[in-house]
């Protein structure tokens, strides 16, 4: 029980720290960032609010101004059941991309990381 609520707490601080700490958006042309907008709708993060690997992925996505759909496989029951039939297994950050009918699975924050500066750090 006091693990638990020391795991909540940690979470809670980990939130509010990204919170203040939030880095500012990437500034772009308004056409550059609607090819950005628009190569960013094959992508899905599946997370877990509080995780650490999951702040930091999303941070990222924030620096990058990628707007990518978020879902959380912790509280929603059918964005969890999609990760573990599709993606493979329960682990989080998942980035679900969807390019040229292709679907991949990609998992551990430092490769979605690495992948998104490749894709998206230049537009």
Same mark, same amino acid.
């Given at each position: 029980? !006091?693990?638990?609520? @020391?795991?909540v707490?940690? +979470?809670?601080?980990i939130?509010?720290?990204? !919170?203040? /700490?939030?880095?500012? #958006?990437? #500034?772009?042309?308004?056409?550059?960032?609607?090819?950005?907008?628009?190569?960013?709708?094959? @992508? /899905?993060?599946?997370?877990?609010?509080?995780?650490? !690997?999951?702040?930091? /992925?999303?941070?990222?996505?924030?620096?990058?101004?990628?707007?990518v759909?978020?879902?959380?496989?912790?509280? &929603?029951?059918?964005?969890?059941?999609?990760?573990?039939?599709? +993606? +493979?297994?329960?682990?989080?950050?998942? @980035?679900?991309?969807?390019? &040229? +009918?292709?679907?991949?699975?990609?998992?551990?924050?430092?490769?979605?990381?690495?992948?998104?500066?490749?894709? !998206?750090?230049?537009?």
């Open positions: 029980m !006091f693990v638990k609520a @020391l795991r707490g940690l +979470g809670q601080l939130i509010f720290i990204d !919170f203040i /700490t939030r880095p500012s #958006k990437k #500034k772009r042309p308004a056409a550059a960032q609607a090819q950005v907008e628009s190569a960013a709708k094959g @992508l /899905t993060l599946y997370q877990f609010h509080a995780c650490p !690997f999951c702040v930091k /992925t999303r941070r990222t996505l924030r620096r990058l101004n990628v707007p759909a978020l879902r959380d496989a912790k509280n &929603n029951e059918q964005d969890r059941q999609t990760l573990l039939e599709q +993606g +493979g297994k329960i682990k989080v950050p998942c @980035l679900r991309i969807e390019e &040229n +009918g292709q679907i991949t699975w990609m998992y551990e924050s430092k490769v979605i990381i690495d992948y998104l500066d490749k894709r !998206f750090a230049a537009a």
